[in-house]
């Protein structure tokens, strides 16, 4: 290689107008002098493929920092976690990173020292998140082709030959799901999940769009590509007629496509697209994509139409007018109709803050409590509540039976209540409303108490206080309790069929109601301004409203959910309750007699044993949705449903999920939330993390000071 290198650095010496460099052997050559070759003809490079070549991280590092003159860059299989081409790539048009199988998602300002970037391929990726990948990709303004999957005749990102002149004159209209229940499974070897553009004629196209008309389906021939075996395509045939049409196929998705509208929402971020997954976005594509993207999502929260500069929504309300505005009339109007709202400019700011940032800044916990526990004992928290008056406090209970109550603002810990009992999990926790320096916790075993958070703090520094805490008769199986809007009494419920109330100064138990419900009531709670009223929600799908001033065995009305409840709230007003039941089925209803107001349509994952918890958001106007057994929140407008934002959370160090045991808004900060976060590796680290909207994350901070710890988390099961 090295003479090689040496000729070459004369290159502009001989008539040469172009180089290419291929290199796709596995291991044997020198990588530094593949470096070194395209060092000295950088200037005239054309076509750089990388393919399969697995380039040391150093080695890439560097190309990426320093950047390549090369029209085409093939980095297909590198072992890329992070997109971190800074460097000068000023003539790349065509950029291939399919199969870069550690890509799981795409920092805002990546692509930005290529801005004549045409073409780019990420199929076999786990790129997952339609918010972070639109970002990213909206500054790419000359690109035109997309592809995360491939139509298997393709080798390139063009639009696929055989869907444009194929021989049934094809109309590559529809987008058809087929799921594993429509096929048979002996057949169904390939993938259980396909997904594909119908090329057919346009009459049956027109009908189209579901599949929920019955097919007969069969494969074409199996291509062998790389590594999976995949059908061109599948013939579909209607039930009763004659018609035939193909479906062709398209492979090695990367995860995003899988995700509800993942076309359309795409279609619709990037207006100068003109072929996404080798098919042809047409003006008829883009104008239903249009209409899906306006109908389930929402760019900027607050229906505000375009992003706005902080400083100017602050202008405007120091004027108290509309600059913004002045120009379309329309746009007065508008104004004018909002701004009657009190809520206006905070609204206008979030908005306005909210629209830069994809990904929100994330505060772990843990280093407040790590010191707290002798030895490499950690605190593993099970349950949390912001405080009710202070904004700055937090209480945890751990699944070791502590309590902790932290501020969160200034990293440190206001009270530390040691052992409740012995090793039984904190699952209710609730702070008096009127008297907020008590905090009620209940634990699996049953055990009630109430505490003074300034009590024990005497009791620390040694003074023994008698009065705390006060401890209840016990409730067998709690889940979760509740104090009414009065702080008079409490309810409980747990993993019984049974809700008690309990008088909290007295400590005595007043009512136990059994058999409310046909199975376990997971979550009950009161209404926020009627203290008689109160909602449970069961496994047994249904929810029912309760007055207790009327006969107790009969609630004021039933709903049902298809699946066991996980959890209801009231809205902080009351007129609304929201309902969550086991993967991912979300609900707004109304209290007042339980009928449909919202459906959150968030997709199922098709596992019967997650649970899925949402809570209200900016009082009633956001609902913030997470599951066990997914590293998502969602973030959905209450009122339409339309889905504003996902956020994924994921360990960096580990590369590893963490799973929404729970989530909770901060009551004082328009989004602003904290998620009871469970790892997966290492399998007993919890945690919680702060997430603030609308500040964009350094999520690299918080990386190197999670390694410190990770080692004193890897303990039990
Ligand atoms: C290629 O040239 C660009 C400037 O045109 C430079 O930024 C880059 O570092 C060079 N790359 C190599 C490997 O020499
Ligand atoms: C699936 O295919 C097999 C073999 O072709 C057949 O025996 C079976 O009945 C089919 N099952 C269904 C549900 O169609
Ligand atoms: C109003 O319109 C004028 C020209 O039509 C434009 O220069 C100005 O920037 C607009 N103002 C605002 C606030 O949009
Ligand atoms: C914990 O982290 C937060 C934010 O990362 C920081 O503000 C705080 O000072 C840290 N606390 C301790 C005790 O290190
Ligand atoms: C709960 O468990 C702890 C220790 O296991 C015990 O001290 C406490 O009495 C139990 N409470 C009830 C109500 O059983
Ligand atoms: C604790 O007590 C002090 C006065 O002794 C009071 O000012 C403070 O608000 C109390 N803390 C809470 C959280 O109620
Ligand atoms: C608190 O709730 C209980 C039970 O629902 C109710 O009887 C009581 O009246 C409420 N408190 C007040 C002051 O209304
Ligand atoms: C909390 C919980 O039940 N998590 C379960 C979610 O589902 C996966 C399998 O789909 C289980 O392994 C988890 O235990």
């Known amino acids: 290689m090295l003479p090689l290198v040496d000729i070459l650095l004369n290159v502009h010496l001989f008539n040469v107008d172009a180089v290419d460099i291929l290199s796709t052997s596995k291991s044997v050559v020198n990588q530094e002098s593949v470096v ?18 697995l380039f040391r991280k150093d080695i890439l590092w560097d190309l990426f920092q320093g950047g ?16 971190n081409m800074i460097g000068s790539f000023m003539q790349l048009h065509t950029l291939n990173l399919d199969f870069c199988s550690s890509l799981t998602s795409l920092e ?56 444009s002149n194929g021989a049934d004159s094809p109309a590559s209209v529809g987008k058809l799901f087929i799921n594993q229940d429509s096929l048979n499974d002996s057949e169904n070897r390939v993938s259980n999940h396909f997904e594909g553009i119908l090329s057919s004629d346009p009459s049956f196209v027109a009908t189209s769009g579901r599949a929920d008309f019955q097919l007969e389906v069969s494969f074409g021939d199996l291509h062998v590509d790389g590594r999976d075996e995949c059908p061109e395509y599948i013939n579909l045939k209607l039930r009763d007629t004659s018609v035939v049409s193909k479906m062709h196929l398209t492979c090695h998705p990367s995860p995003i496509c899988y995700e509800k509208h993942y076309r359309e929402y795409l279609i619709a971020s990037l207006p100068h697209l003109r072929v996404l997954d080798n098919f042809p976005v047409k003006k008829l594509d883009r104008e239903m994509a249009n209409t899906v993207f306006s109908q389930y999502y929402e760019y900027l929260p607050y229906k505000r139409r375009q992003k706005e500069n902080v400083a100017s929504v602050l202008h405007m309300r120091e004027t108290g007018r509309g ?9 007065i109007k508008e104004a004018v109709s909002c701004r009657k709202s009190p809520h206006f400019y905070s609204r206008s700011l979030c908005a306005a ?26 605190l593993r928290p099970r349950q949390f509540e912001y405080h009710p008056t ?3 406090l937090m209480a945890f209970g751990t699944l070791d039976g502590e309590v902790v109550v932290v501020n969160h603002d200034a990293g440190n810990i206001f009270s530390y209540i ?38 024990t703090l005497q009791k620390a520094k040694g003074s023994c206080s008698s009065s705390s805490p006060v401890v209840f008769d016990k409730f067998e199986h709690l889940t979760s309790l509740h104090v009414n809007s009065t702080d008079d009494q409490f309810l409980t419920s747990g993993y019984s069929k049974k809700v008690a109330i309990y008088d909290i ?67 902080p007003d009351d007129l609304y309750l929201l309902v969550s039941s086991v993967d991912n089925e979300v609900k707004q209803l109304l209290s007042v007699d339980g009928r449909l107001q919202t459906d959150f349509g968030i997709a199922s994952t098709g596992s019967t044993h997650n649970y899925t918890r949402s809570y209200y958001m900016n009082g009633r106007d956001y609902v913030i949705s997470g599951s066990s057994d997914e590293s998502i929140v969602r973030i959905c407008c209450a009122q339409t449903g339309r889905r504003l934002r996902d956020y994924y959370l994921e360990d960096r160090t580990w590369e590893s999920p963490i799973l929404v045991q729970s989530l909770r808004s901060d009551p004082f900060r328009h989004f602003h939330m904290a998620v009871l976060a469970s790892y997966v590796r290492p399998s007993s680290k919890r945690d919680i993390i702060k997430v603030n909207l609308l500040e964009t994350g350094q999520y690299g901070d918080e990386d190197s000071k999670r390694e410190d710890f990770s080692s004193s988390y890897v303990h039990g099961g």
């Not at 830069?356 to 030895?375: D, Q, R, V, W, Y």
């Not at 052992?419 to 055990?447: E, H, Q, R, Y």
Request: net charge positive.
């Open 505 to 571: 100064c007295s400590g005595k138990r007043l009512h136990l109601f059994s058999d409310m419900h046909q199975e376990p009531i997971n979550v009950a709670k009161f209404a926020h301004h009627s203290p008689n009223l109160l909602v449970t929600s069961s496994f047994d799908r249904d929810v029912k409203l309760w007055d207790l001033r009327q006969t107790p065995n009969q609630p004021c009305y039933t709903t049902s959910s298809s699946r066991g409840n996980v959890m209801v709230c009231f809205s």
């Open 353 to 378: 803050k909210l629209g830069s940032s994809a990904s929100p800044s994330l505060h772990t916990m843990s280093n407040i409590s790590n010191n707290i526990k002798e030895g490499s004992e950690s």
């Open 36 to 53: 070194s070759l395209m060092h000295a003809v950088n200037s005239t490079l054309r076509i750089v493929d990388l393919q399969d070549t």
């Open 418 to 455: 040691p052992l409740f009992g012995v090793t039984n999990s904190i699952l209710g926790l609730c702070w008096l409303n009127k008297n907020p320096s008590k905090l009620l916790a209940g634990s699996d075993n049953g055990s009630l108490r109430l505490y003074d958070i300034n009590d």
């Open 108 to 163: 805002k300002d990546c692509f930005t020292c290529m801005p004549k970037l045409m073409r780019l391929s990420m199929c076999g990726t786990r790129i997952a998140d339609l918010w972070t990948t639109r970002e990213a990709l909206s500054r790419l303004h000359s690109l035109t082709e997309l592809r995360f999957q491939n139509c298997i005749c393709c080798k390139d990102t063009g639009p696929c030959l055989a869907s």
């Open 323 to 331: 600059n913004a505005y002045h120009n379309k009339s329309s746009r």
């Open 390 to 392: 202070n904004p700055s």
């Open 68 to 83: 390549l003159n090369c029209q085409l860059l093939k980095l297909r299989s590198t072992e890329i976690q992070k997109l």
